[in-house]
């Protein structure tokens, strides 16, 4: 446990907590466990009858003692799976379990950790689930140690490979202590995020294809994901990937109907007829308080008094924008244009 005393556990959470950056800017699903374990449960032909089994409540003074300070007004989040012949189910709320109490770290030592979950296991399950969790466990700590002694790729981190390579090296680290079974337990609902964020990088990073290309295969992509994913992940994505795909298309100055094939191939027709539709408003705005800024303009520059420059500014905004709302918004872009900013209008 030497390599524990050492911080390697902290840098092995630090090592995961960049994959994750790095994997790009969405959150994980908060429904991806059902997703899991309906998968889980078409794999497990001899747990024909599997029943989530609750442990005997722990008193509050002995769950004190298991927690952290900074968790002493949480509930152990151990909901542990065991089927009906007391044997451990690995799947997903198993990893949850460990991380729960690895995630005190830097509270108290890995050593105290490790003897605060063994006493909860003790108090709370018998064989041969006992035996199962602890020796799973005890694996698992020597994997998150290992993991931050693996070395990062000598690429660039904005190379999709770079990440790609990370996540292939965890993965064949994985199989140095976990059987199949229980890498699809611990880590399977993780990997389907993992993989489609990588393949999405990759795509989008692809200069040898068009935007329309880019799009059809993203569009691919997400539809392979489960239904409960597309579900979290449909907002965040797609708008994502239409900022993305439509600024390549302007900075290279692409034509209307390479954008509309685009938009087509990511998001369908019904989508686009309302993107479209933003499109034409936005244009109207956008004339519209072009000309009113140079109106006011020559105002400002003229003659008259300033009761008077103030008098025709009102007046002009109130013919230029008869809607309260627009007149509100307007301020904005007068005060970023008096100051030489670009004025915000959206993309």
Same mark, same amino acid.
């Given at each position: 446990?030497?390599?524990?005393?050492?911080?390697?556990?902290?840098?092995?959470?630090?090592?995961i907590v960049l994959l994750v950056?790095?994997?790009?800017?969405?959150?994980?699903?908060?429904?991806?466990?059902?997703?899991?374990?309906?998968?889980?449960?078409?794999?497990?032909?001899?747990?024909?009858?599997?029943?989530?089994?609750?442990?005997?409540?722990?008193?509050?003074?002995?769950?004190?003692?298991?927690?952290?300070?900074?968790?002493?007004?949480?509930?152990?989040?151990?909901?542990?799976?065991?089927?009906?012949?007391?044997?451990?189910?690995?799947?997903?709320?198993?990893?949850?379990?460990?991380?729960?109490?690895?995630?005190?770290? !830097? =509270?108290?030592?890995?050593?105290?950790?490790?003897?605060?979950?063994?006493?909860?296991?003790?108090?709370?399950?018998?064989?041969?689930?006992l035996s199962q969790i602890q020796?799973?466990?005890?694996?698992?700590?020597?994997?998150?140690?290992?993991? !931050?002694?693996?070395?990062?790729?000598?690429?660039?981190?904005?190379?999709?490979?770079?990440?790609?390579?990370?996540?292939?090296?965890?993965?064949?680290?994985?199989?140095?202590?976990?059987?199949?079974?229980?890498?699809?337990?611990?880590? !399977?609902?993780?990997?389907?995020?993992?993989?489609?964020?990588?393949?999405?990088?990759?795509?989008?990073?692809?200069?040898?294809?068009? =935007?329309?290309?880019?799009?059809?295969?993203?569009?691919?992509?997400?539809?392979?994901?489960?239904?409960?994913?597309?579900?979290?992940?449909?907002?965040?994505?797609?708008?994502?990937?239409?900022?993305?795909?439509?600024?390549?298309?302007?900075?290279?100055?692409?034509?209307?109907?390479?954008?509309?094939?685009?938009?087509? +191939?990511?998001?369908?027709?019904?989508?686009?007829?309302?993107?479209?539709?933003?499109?034409? +408003?936005?244009?109207?705005?956008?004339?519209?308080?072009?000309?009113?800024?140079?109106?006011?303009?020559?105002?400002?520059?003229?003659?008259?008094?300033?009761?008077?420059?103030?008098?025709?500014?009102?007046?002009?905004?109130?013919?230029?924008?008869?809607?309260?709302?627009?007149?509100?918004?307007?301020?904005?872009? =007068?005060?970023?244009h008096d100051q030489g900013g670009?004025?915000?209008?959206?993309?």
């Open positions: 446990m030497q390599g524990f005393r050492n911080h390697k556990v902290w840098i092995a959470i630090g090592f950056i790095g994997l790009v800017f969405w959150l994980k699903p908060q429904s991806a466990n059902g997703s899991i374990s309906s998968h889980d449960n078409s794999k497990q032909n001899t747990f024909t009858q599997m029943t989530l089994v609750a442990p005997s409540p722990v008193s509050n003074l002995a769950s004190s003692r298991l927690n952290s300070p900074s968790q002493a007004d949480t509930q152990i989040n151990c909901q542990l799976k065991l089927d009906q012949q007391n044997s451990l189910i690995v799947n997903e709320q198993t990893k949850d379990c460990f991380e729960y109490f690895i995630t005190q770290y !830097g =509270e108290k030592s890995i050593a105290q950790i490790d003897e605060d979950f063994r006493k909860y296991l003790q108090q709370n399950y018998q064989e041969p689930a020796n799973l466990w005890s694996r698992y700590l020597k994997y998150r140690q290992q993991l !931050g002694e693996i070395s990062p790729p000598n690429l660039k981190q904005d190379d999709p490979a770079y990440y790609r390579a990370i996540f292939s090296n965890m993965k064949n680290l994985r199989q140095k202590f976990f059987s199949a079974y229980e890498i699809s337990g611990l880590f !399977g609902s993780e990997d389907i995020y993992h993989e489609y964020t990588l393949n999405r990088m990759a795509i989008l990073d692809d200069k040898t294809l068009a =935007e329309s290309e880019k799009a059809k295969r993203l569009k691919a992509l997400f539809d392979q994901l489960p239904q409960d994913w597309q579900e979290n992940l449909q907002q965040t994505t797609k708008l994502e990937e239409l900022r993305h795909l439509t600024q390549a298309i302007q900075d290279r100055h692409g034509s209307a109907s390479e954008l509309r094939q685009m938009r087509l +191939n990511l998001v369908g027709a019904e989508a686009t007829q309302r993107l479209e539709t933003l499109d034409q +408003n936005r244009d109207v705005w956008k004339s519209k308080v072009n000309q009113y800024l140079d109106q006011r303009d020559t105002i400002l520059t003229s003659g008259m008094s300033d009761v008077a420059k103030q008098q025709a500014i009102t007046q002009l905004r109130k013919q230029s924008f008869e809607q309260p709302q627009e007149q509100l918004r307007l301020q904005t872009f =007068e005060s970023v670009k004025l915000p209008f959206a993309n």
